[in-house]
C-alpha cells in the first residue's frame, strides 16, 4: 500500500475525494482532483482510464485511484501509472437498472486479482444485499485478495427530514454497513456514498478507517466551492481520533 495511504489509515484519518466511475470528462475530473489536493484530501478516486490517470498525475502527488466493474480496465489504467484500483462503487449503475450481486462482486475480484497479483485492491460490497450478507461478501472478499473494503448505500437512502437529521437519514446504509463488516474483517474499511460534514465522524465511530465522498464536492460548480467543501470533510475526520474511540 502506498505509504501516505498506510499512514491514514493508521490514523483513521483516510479522505478520499471521487471523481466519478463513469465520469470520463477531463475538465470535470481536473477540477476535483485540484479541489481535493487543496483542501487536504488523502487520495482521490478516478474512472479508470489512462489519459485520466496521466492527466491527474500531472496534477497532484496524491495516491490516486481507478475505479471500474471490468477488470481489464485496470490493467492500463495501472501501467499508466495508478497507485490502487476499486471495483466499484456500484451507485451509478443502480438508476439504470444494473443490479450487482454478491457472486459477480467475488467473481470480479478473483479476477482481478489474477491480472494484478500485487496492486493494492478495494472491493465495494453493494448495499442491494441484506447486511448479513454484506458481512459474508466481505469476508469472502478478503479471502479473495481484498486488502480495503468500501461500503455504500446513499442512493437507497430517502430522507424525511431537512437540516442535520435529515443528512445523518441520509448516511445511515452507509454506516450501518461499515459498523457491521469492521467488526468481522480485518482489512480497513471504507465508508462512503451520501456523507457529509455531519457523518464522517460517525462513520469512524462506527469502526471505518477512511471516508469517501463525491457528490457533495463534485456536483459544486466552483473551486472556491469545492475545496471548501474538502476541507470542511478534512476538518470533520480531524474531530475523531482513534485515541477518543477507545473505551
Same mark, same amino acid.
Request: proline share 4%; net charge negative; aromatic share 4%.
Given at each position: 500500500?502506498?505509504?501516505?495511504?498506510?499512514?491514514?489509515?493508521? =490514523?483513521?484519518?483516510?479522505?478520499? &475525494?471521487?471523481?466519478?466511475? %463513469?465520469?470520463?470528462?477531463?475538465?470535470?475530473?481536473?477540477?476535483?482532483?485540484?479541489?481535493?489536493?487543496?483542501?487536504?484530501?488523502?487520495?482521490?478516486?478516478? #474512472?479508470?482510464? /489512462?489519459?485520466? &490517470?496521466?492527466?491527474?498525475?500531472?496534477? +497532484?502527488?496524491?495516491?490516486?485511484?481507478?475505479?471500474?466493474?471490468?477488470?481489464? =480496465?485496470?490493467?492500463?489504467?495501472?501501467?499508466?501509472?495508478?497507485?490502487?484500483?476499486? $471495483?466499484? %462503487?456500484?451507485?451509478?449503475?443502480?438508476?439504470?437498472?444494473?443490479?450487482?450481486? #454478491?457472486?459477480?462482486?467475488?467473481? !470480479?475480484?478473483?479476477?482481478?486479482?489474477?491480472?494484478?497479483?500485487?496492486?493494492?485492491?478495494?472491493? +465495494?460490497?453493494?448495499?442491494?444485499?441484506?447486511?448479513?450478507? =454484506? &458481512?459474508?461478501?466481505?469476508?469472502?472478499?478478503?479471502?479473495?485478495?481484498?486488502?480495503?473494503? =468500501?461500503?455504500?448505500?446513499?442512493?437507497?437512502?430517502?430522507?424525511?427530514? #431537512?437540516? +442535520?437529521?435529515?443528512?445523518?437519514?441520509? #448516511?445511515? /446504509?452507509?454506516?450501518?454497513?461499515?459498523?457491521? $463488516?469492521?467488526?468481522?474483517?480485518?482489512? /480497513?474499511?471504507?465508508?462512503?456514498?451520501?456523507?457529509?460534514?455531519?457523518?464522517?465522524?460517525?462513520? $469512524?465511530?462506527?469502526?471505518?478507517?477512511?471516508?469517501?465522498?463525491?457528490?457533495? $464536492?463534485?456536483? !459544486?460548480?466552483?473551486?472556491?466551492?469545492?475545496?471548501?467543501?474538502?476541507?470542511?470533510?478534512?476538518?470533520?475526520?480531524?474531530?475523531?481520533? /482513534?485515541?477518543?474511540?477507545? &473505551?
Amino acid at each position: 500500500m502506498h505509504p501516505t495511504l498506510q499512514k491514514a489509515f493508521d =490514523q483513521s484519518q483516510v479522505l478520499k &475525494v471521487i471523481s466519478g466511475l %463513469n465520469n470520463f470528462d477531463a475538465k470535470s475530473v481536473a477540477a476535483t482532483v485540484k479541489a481535493a489536493d487543496r483542501g487536504g484530501a488523502t487520495f482521490v478516486d478516478i #474512472a479508470a482510464d /489512462p489519459d485520466l &490517470v496521466r492527466l491527474v498525475r500531472q496534477l +497532484t502527488n496524491m495516491p490516486i485511484c481507478v475505479s471500474a466493474v471490468e477488470s481489464a =480496465q485496470f490493467v492500463t489504467a495501472v501501467e499508466a501509472g495508478a497507485d490502487l484500483i476499486e $471495483i466499484g %462503487n456500484f451507485d451509478s449503475f443502480y438508476a439504470q437498472g444494473k443490479r450487482f450481486e #454478491a457472486e459477480e462482486v467475488l467473481a !470480479l475480484t478473483y479476477e482481478t486479482r489474477a491480472l494484478l497479483p500485487h496492486i493494492t485492491l478495494s472491493v +465495494t460490497v453493494p448495499h442491494i444485499l441484506t447486511l448479513d450478507r =454484506q &458481512v459474508q461478501l466481505a469476508e469472502d472478499l478478503v479471502q479473495a485478495g481484498a486488502d480495503i473494503i =468500501q461500503t455504500e448505500g446513499g442512493t437507497s437512502s430517502s430522507p424525511r427530514s #431537512a437540516g +442535520t437529521l435529515g443528512l445523518i437519514e441520509k #448516511a445511515s /446504509p452507509t454506516l450501518a454497513a461499515a459498523y457491521e $463488516i469492521s467488526r468481522a474483517v480485518s482489512v /480497513p474499511v471504507m465508508c462512503a456514498s451520501g456523507l457529509s460534514n455531519v457523518t464522517v465522524p460517525m462513520a $469512524i465511530a462506527a469502526g471505518a478507517k477512511g471516508v469517501g465522498v463525491g457528490s457533495a $464536492i463534485n456536483q !459544486l460548480d466552483n473551486e472556491v466551492a469545492m475545496v471548501a467543501a474538502v476541507r470542511s470533510l478534512v476538518e470533520a475526520l480531524a474531530t475523531v481520533s /482513534p485515541r477518543s474511540l477507545q &473505551v
